[in-house]
């Protein structure tokens, strides 16, 4: 069973930085492009960035762009973001998904979600 | 950068009911990267449908997906009282993954 399990979130005053991880079980991570979504609390669904299954492509919203960092460690089977400069904009309960494929810009689907971790950005 | 607009906002119905949801792109994209989520209160969004018509799996078969260009459909035949969510349409293209604003299914 796939199974993606978040961490890190919290309560983090603006400017400053908070790393998040996702943990994957059941199934090949290194075979695999993984992604981070987040969802601002009662609002929609807003994507933040993808790396494909060795690192070599990765993405970003223009919302995080040079704040944000993605990176993976398939060895530790574990996706994480390193958020810094945080905003209030940016208080949103943040999912790891999992692709269908290893290359970042083949398949535009996320089939596998996590339970999500929640940021607050507040002072 | 494309847009994703849904409608209606929300749709009243009743189980057993047809539910049509729309997803309109602002400029003609590719159905290759057009798929459907199913979300429900405090959970992780599911995937329904991919390549625009194609059941995830373990996905109904009263769920259906269409369209092409910029016109996009997700339809349930038959509503359940389980189908009762919110849901979203997504789209990749150019280095960049869009969803749209999202469509309630609420009963009526």
């Known amino acids: 069973e796939v199974q993606l399990v978040e961490s890190g979130g919290g309560l983090v005053q603006p400017g400053r930085s908070l790393r998040l991880s996702c943990a994957a079980s059941g199934f090949s991570f290194e075979d695999y492009a993984m992604h981070w979504v987040r969802q601002a609390p009662g609002k929609g669904l807003e994507w933040v960035s993808g790396?494909?299954?060795?690192?070599?492509?990765?993405g970003y919203a223009d919302s995080v762009k040079g704040r944000f960092t993605i990176s993976r460690d398939n060895a530790k089977n574990s996706l994480y973001l390193q958020m810094n400069s945080l905003r209030p904009e940016d208080t949103a309960l943040y999912y790891c998904?999992?692709?269908?494929?290893?290359?970042?810009?083949?398949?535009?689907?996320?089939?596998?979600w996590g339970q999500g971790t929640l940021v607050t950005v507040s002072s | 950068e494309i847009v994703l607009t849904q409608s209606p906002g929300t749709l009243s119905l009743s189980p057993g009911e047809r539910a049509t949801l729309s997803c309109r792109a602002s400029q003609s994209v590719s159905s290759t990267y057009l798929a459907w989520y199913q979300q429900k209160p405090g959970q992780a969004p599911r995937l329904l449908i991919y390549g625009a018509s194609s059941r995830a799996t373990g996905i109904p078969d009263r769920f259906s997906g269409g369209g092409s260009g910029t016109d996009f459909t997700l339809t349930i035949s038959r509503l359940e009282p389980e189908d009762f969510a919110v849901y979203y349409c997504q789209h990749y293209g150019d280095s960049s993954w869009t969803f749209g604003q999202g469509t309630k299914v609420e009963i009526k």
């Open positions: 790396i494909s299954w060795n690192s070599a492509s990765i």
């Open positions: 998904a999992k692709t269908q494929g290893e290359s970042l810009y083949s398949y535009g689907q996320f089939d596998y």
